[in-house]
Nanobody, 126 residues
Framework: QVQLVESGGGLVQAGGSLRLSCAAS????????MGWFRQAPGKEREFVAAIRWSGGSTYYTESVKGRFTISRDNAKNTMYLQMNSLKPEDTARYYC???????????????????WGQGTQVTVSS
């Protein structure tokens, strides 16, 4: 059984920064990639960023390019999302996920992920 636990969310003013963490546990944890998704009230869950566990290739949704950085620490089984220059439209619940399908642009789809965390709330005030 794989468990993902997010942390690091909170309330921040526009222009500020937050760093989200996603800690994974489980004897069989060996993902091919991990990703961050977010869901705002009344909206569908959307892809934010993904990282290949081996090699570190990344994908970002256009709206966060240049502001967010995804990274991972393989030894700690932990993934991070450094969020800078936050905007009110970044307000959402952020979820981490892990998948074992083939790496590629398809990782933007939440259908490609096998394990999900409970999420952490990020609120950006204007």
């Amino acid at each position: 059984q794989v468990q993902l636990v997010e942390s690091g969310g909170g309330l921040v003013q526009a222009g500020g920064s937050l760093r989200l963490s996603c800690a994974a546990s489980g004897r069989t944890f060996s993902p091919y990639y991990m990703g961050w998704f977010r869901q705002a009230p009344g909206k569908e869950r959307e892809f934010v960023a993904a990282i290949r566990w081996s090699g570190g290739s990344t994908y970002y949704t256009e709206s966060v390019k240049g502001r967010f950085t995804i990274s991972r620490d393989n030894a700690k089984n932990t993934m991070y999302l450094q969020m800078n220059s936050l905007k009110p439209e970044d307000t959402a619940r952020y979820y981490c996920a892990a998948g074992r399908s083939t790496w590629g642009i398809v990782v933007v789809s939440d259908q490609r992920y096998d394990y999900w965390g409970q999420g952490t709330q990020v609120t950006v005030s204007s």
